[in-house]
DNA sequence: TTTTGAGTTGTTCGA
DNA sequence: GTCGAACAACTCAAA
């Protein structure tokens, strides 16, 4: 008799129903994490992902060590890897907490009848999200496409509460079967790129908790700091969050609890961006195809540019507009960009360059330390303008405005694009106007040491704006 | 069923 | 410099 517990997006120990479950059942638990062979999923972890879970699991297994278990790590088709341990540790029980991706959907589902075929007792359990979808829907049944209702309406269900874990001896396995070793698994880089990475994040415990005192510390300005990128005004818990070693309802119980949550105008907006994730996990499943098409049909037709050049200078943060190319090089650098940023690049790749929202929601994929499919495919509809709740046509933000508002000083862009460190703070936003005498004293070269803007934001504005006219006249 | 009010994050233009 | 309106129509959600 034993259970087997598969870690997946849960990798933590507290508020975990899975585990919880795992120890009531009162027989040895072999906890499990199993890498998937890559071909098979579109949506395989990028780099800064990757490098991320390395350290996730690495924590994990340290803290499973100390109640005295381990993780087992195997590598292949989970079926194949479930059914060879089923085998060797003769489990009865199988449970794990449940993930809401259309392929993870598609893969439980037949795991669970697979092995409630061959006799086994599967449970899974909701650890994750504080409203599941299947459990939300307006009074007509259907699925909400706005955010504010959706909010609304959340308030008046349960989120649950945090799941409280109790630990027994005679859990522990006289023997355990063999397991990879972490480093065979290969999520760290193999150049050893991940340095901008390492100064940046520490993804282990430890920064958890220092992430989230200083989300304590920030939290009732919340609402008006975290709209500036050269403040920490933000929680910087996504990434944590995204692997599981944290939950919602834990973020919140840190908080003081939602009642009290909602009492503070900084805090009921951080919560509001916790039900924005639940928004973007509820429209992902029930409109899987998002990821790989515009919700709104109308924008399938939609009259994309292609051009390389440019869509390599935006991921390299060489467009010439410095707050762009500040937060590019944030992303590249650190695995992580700010959300105003975010806004900022997305809106300019889509509206200003005019190229698909796709390549910006893979670029994010393959260089965020957080990257999630359910946040950024909503992330990038909604810039895109093609999704639910999408933003209106014409609003494009202009990338100077928003940098002069945002970045008045010019901190963040000094920053990230160092080569403009010396211009004055008039100049900094847009130094092609900058006089030839403030430009050299500030050693730039426009053209050759940082480059003149890609596009024009007044013409590519109007370009963009009569695109998304035509898409509007097709049926 | 029909109607009504509302909708994360902006910009520009003209008074 | 500041302020309000226009930018468009559509879809959703609820009364």
């Known amino acids: 008799m034993a259970t087997l517990l598969w ?19 009162g027989e040895s638990v072999y906890p499990l994490f199993i890498k998937e062979p890559e071909g098979e999923n579109p ?11 390395h ?78 979808p299947p459990k939300v829907a307006n009074k007509s049944g259907k699925p ?46 193999k150049i050893r790129w991940d340095k901008g990475l390492k100064e940046a994040w520490d993804p282990s415990a430890q920064g958890l908790k220092k992430q989230l005192r200083h989300l304590k510390k920030i939290i009732t300005s919340y609402s008006k700091d975290r709209d500036y990128p050269a403040i920490e005004g933000t929680s910087c818990l996504s990434p944590y969050l995204h692997f599981g070693q944290i939950s919602p309802r834990e973020i919140i119980a840190a908080c003081g609890g939602a009642s009290a949550m909602k009492k503070n105008q900084g805090a009921e907006t951080y919560l509001k961006e916790l039900f924005w994730r639940e928004f973007a996990y509820h429209l992902l499943y ?14 399938e037709a939609f009259p994309w540019r292609q051009d390389k050049r440019q869509l390599k200078a935006w991921q390299a943060g060489q467009t010439g507009y410095p707050l762009v190319d500040a937060g590019m090089r944030q992303l590249y650098k650190t695995g992580w960009m700010h959300n105003r940023v975010r806004m900022v690049v997305g809106s300019f790749l889509v509206k200003n360059l005019l190229l698909d929202w796709q390549h910006g929601a893979r670029w994010f994929w393959d260089t965020l330390v957080d990257a999630d499919l359910a946040s950024n495919t909503l992330g990038w509809q909604w ?35 160092p080569e403009l460190a010396k211009l004055p703070d008039k100049f900094i936003h ?10 050299e004293d500030a050693g730039v ?31």
């Open 7 to 25: 870690f997946r997006s849960d990798l933590r120990l507290t508020d975990n129903p899975a585990l919880a479950h795992a120890l009531a059942v």
């Open 43 to 53: 949506w395989a972890l990028g780099g800064a992902s990757r490098w991320w879970l």
């Open 55 to 132: 350290y996730a699991l690495e924590e994990l297994d340290k803290a499973l060590s100390s109640k005295g278990l381990r993780l087992i790590i195997r590598e292949g088709d989970p079926q194949k890897v479930l059914d060879a341990l089923v085998k060797e540790t003769k489990a009865t029980h199988l449970c794990w907490n449940r993930c809401y991706e259309p392929h993870a959907i598609k893969r439980d589902t037949e795991l669970k009848r697979h092995f409630i075929q061959a006799g086994l007792d599967v449970s899974s359990f909701n650890a994750n999200l504080l409203v599941e």
């Open 144 to 189: 909400f496409q706005v955010y504010t209702p959706f909010w609304k309406h959340c308030l008046t269900l349960d989120w649950g509460s945090v799941a409280s874990v109790s630990w027994k001896k005679q859990v522990i396995p006289s023997r355990w079967p063999k397991s990879d070793k972490l480093s065979t698994l290969g999520l760290l880089p």
């Open 286 to 299: 029930h409109f899987p195809h998002t990821p790989k098409k515009p919700l709104r049909p109308a924008f």
């Open 383 to 417: 810039v895109g303008g093609c999704g639910a709740d999408a933003a209106p046509y014409f609003r494009v933000f202009n990338p100077i405005t928003q940098s002069e508002r945002f970045d008045e000083a010019g901190d963040y862009i000094r920053t990230y694009v």
């Open 430 to 439: 847009q130094p092609w106007l900058a006089p030839e005498e403030a430009l």
């Open 445 to 475: 070269r426009l053209g050759e040491t940082y480059p003149r803007p890609i596009v024009d934001a007044k013409e590519s504005r109007q370009r963009a704006l009569e695109a998304y006219q035509a898409i509007k006249k097709t049926p």
